[in-house]
């Protein structure tokens, strides 16, 4: 009604938020709930920077996140604008996604690296998911195999590459056979796998952000009856130890996919670099899980 009684009413579409204390409801409800913050940096090409952040305050003016992977703060960044992602949570309906467009308005650093980011308040909220966001837990049927090797420093994604030169996998997970490394979820845009402590000694890496991994990665397509391959060079994004079982949480970003030169398998060709939308075929395949699962489980 508060838009209904303006002059020179527009068409708004049902799924935008546009009353200023709705507005405000929302972000704070995020805030309460302890939602992540997912914030992408605007740029000319079609690869955008992105950081994870959390919810600090908000005021009349401005939206405070507080982000811990941000280095290199930089006084340009002032009018810069970023698209923000979050969601809360709705009792019995599980979570409503949001994301809105807004310029920086002011940047400082922490003591402990922390960057803090003012956001002008956003006019506006559309409830709208990244494509490259939805992501499932696939039924362990549905993953045939998993390998990630230790990218080279300095890998140029061009050309062709032998993945035999790279020697054996660091981690693998074959059904019945290795455990070395396990499948959380997976999205168009990326994954997040799961280590156990054991192995990551064994590894001796430490997995910081920013870290490429190289990846193969097996699905079954239940569709076809076939075994569809990826071959992705991935980014460390999340990286997390668990507290109690010391198991590290990776998430990873899918930079460049790879595909095989010819009939060797083992001879890879670059393909182009991966979109902000991520990869259409596993979006695709996602989405088709997560329709299975709604279907027939309900969730």
């Not at 009018?79 to 467009?101: A, E, H, L, N």
């Amino acid at each position: 009604m508060w838009y209904k009684n303006r002059k020179n009413t527009r068409y708004i579409p049902k799924d935008w938020v546009l009353h200023p204390d709705h507005i405000a409801n929302t972000l704070n409800a995020a805030r309460d709930e302890n939602e992540k913050f997912e914030v992408q940096f605007h740029s000319e090409g079609e690869k955008r920077r992105s950081a994870t952040c959390r919810m600090a305050s908000i005021n009349g003016e401005a939206v405070t996140i507080e982000c811990s992977g941000l280095t290199n703060l930089q006084s340009d960044w002032i009018g810069k604008v970023v698209d923000c992602y979050f969601q809360t949570r709705k009792f019995g309906s599980g979570s409503i996604f949001f994301m809105f467009t807004s310029p920086i308005i002011g940047i400082r650093s922490c003591s402990d690296g922390t960057a803090v980011l003012n956001l002008k308040l956003p006019e506006k909220l559309e409830q709208r998911q990244k494509r490259a966001s939805l992501r499932i837990s696939p039924p362990q049927q549905y993953i045939m195999g998993l390998a990630v090797w230790s990218a080279p420093d300095g890998l140029i994604c061009k050309g062709k590459i032998d993945i035999r030169q790279w020697g054996r996998p660091m981690l693998t997970f074959l059904p019945e056979k290795s455990f070395q490394i396990a499948l959380d979820n997976i999205s168009a845009g990326g994954i997040k796998v799961r280590i156990p402590r054991e192995e990551i000694r064994n590894c001796k890496l430490d997995f910081k952000m920013g870290d490429k991994l190289f990846t193969l990665l097996d699905l079954w397509d239940p569709d076809t009856g076939q075994r569809i391959r990826y071959w992705v060079l991935c980014r460390i994004q999340n990286p997390f130890v668990d507290f109690v079982t010391h198991d590290a949480e990776l998430g990873m970003q899918f930079l460049h996919t790879a595909r095989p030169d010819g009939d060797n398998a083992s001879e890879l060709c670059w393909s182009e670099e991966i979109s902000e939308s991520g990869v259409e075929s596993i979006g695709n395949w996602v989405m088709r899980r997560h329709l299975e699962l709604y279907r027939e489980k309900g969730i």
